[in-house]
C-alpha cells in the first residue's frame, strides 16, 4: 500500500455562528493514498467544495487536523500553509480558469517557473504532460482556441506542472457534455496512476465516480462511504 498522502481526522467547519450557524463538517475524517482516486458525490450544498477547500489548505477548519502527506498543518501559519500549498497541492477548478493571453502550454510552464524551474525544464514538463492528457497537439494554442474538454485538461495539466502528491477536483466535468466528461476524467485518471497522485474529486456524474477507486459522500457532516 503506498502511504497517505491526504489526511482529515476529526475536522469541523461551521459558517457563522448561534442560531444561524451551518455545520458543514463534523468528525469529517478520511484518507487518501498516492495513486488513489476517490470521489466525492453528494448533493448540492452538502459540503464538497468546503471539503476540497479544507484539504487544500485554503480555509481552515475551526478544530480538527488536515495532514498533508504526513505534515499537521493547523499549528502551520499562513506563510507555512502557502508553501506547503504550491508545493504538494495541485487544483482543478469547474471552470478551467486558464490565463487567456497565453498558450497551453505556456499556462502550464508559467507555474513552474515562478517555482524557479528553469524554461527549457519547464517546457519539457509542460509537453509531456499535454502529451499524456492527449493535448499536445493543442500546445501552441490559446484557451479561446480550444474546446472546453481540451481546457479542461490542459487546467489538469496545469495542476500536475509541480509534480503535487494531491490533486483536488471541484467538479471538474460539471461543465461538459458526456462524452467529453468521459475522455476528461480518462486522462485525469492515466495522470494519477502514472504519477502516483492522490486525487479527490467532486462530481456529480455517477458513471465516472464508479471508476474511481473508492465513492464516499457527505452525511451529517460526515465523510461516509457509499456504492453506486
Ligand atoms: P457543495 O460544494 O457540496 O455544493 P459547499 O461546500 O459549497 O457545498 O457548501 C456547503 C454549505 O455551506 C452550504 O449550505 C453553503 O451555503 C454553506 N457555505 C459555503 N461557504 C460558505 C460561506 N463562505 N459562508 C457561509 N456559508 C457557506
Ligand atoms: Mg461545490
Do not use: C, W
Request: glycine share 10%.
Amino acid at each position: 500500500m503506498s502511504e497517505i498522502h491526504l489526511k482529515l481526522d476529526k475536522v469541523h467547519r461551521q459558517y457563522g455562528q448561534g442560531d444561524t450557524s451551518v455545520r458543514v463538517l463534523e468528525d469529517a475524517d478520511l484518507e487518501v493514498r498516492g495513486g488513489e482516486m476517490v470521489a466525492i458525490v453528494a448533493p448540492s450544498g452538502a459540503g464538497k467544495s468546503t471539503l476540497l477547500h479544507i484539504s487544500g489548505l485554503l480555509e481552515r477548519p475551526q478544530s480538527g487536523e488536515v495532514e498533508i502527506v504526513g505534515t499537521p498543518t493547523s499549528k502551520l501559519n499562513e506563510r507555512g500553509r502557502t508553501m506547503l500549498r504550491r508545493d504538494t497541492i495541485g487544483y482543478v477548478y469547474q471552470f478551467h480558469h486558464l490565463l487567456p493571453e497565453f498558450s497551453a502550454l505556456e499556462n502550464v510552464v508559467l507555474p513552474q517557473m515562478i517555482r524557479g524551474v528553469d524554461k527549457a525544464d519547464a517546457e519539457k514538463r509542460g509537453h509531456e504532460l499535454l502529451e499524456l492528457l492527449g493535448v499536445g497537439p493543442r500546445a501552441l494554442h490559446r484557451p479561446a482556441e480550444l474546446s472546453g474538454g481540451e481546457q479542461q485538461r490542459v487546467a489538469i495539466a496545469r495542476a500536475a506542472a509541480n509534480h503535487p502528491r494531491i490533486i483536488l477536483a471541484d467538479e471538474p466535468t460539471g461543465n461538459l457534455d458526456p462524452a467529453t466528461s468521459d475522455m476528461v476524467f480518462q486522462a485525469l485518471t492515466g495522470l494519477i496512476q502514472e504519477e502516483g497522485v492522490a486525487a479527490l474529486i467532486a462530481t456529480h456524474n455517477h458513471d465516472l465516480a464508479r471508476r474511481a477507486d473508492r465513492i464516499v459522500t457527505l452525511r451529517d457532516g460526515k465523510v461516509e462511504t457509499m456504492t453506486l
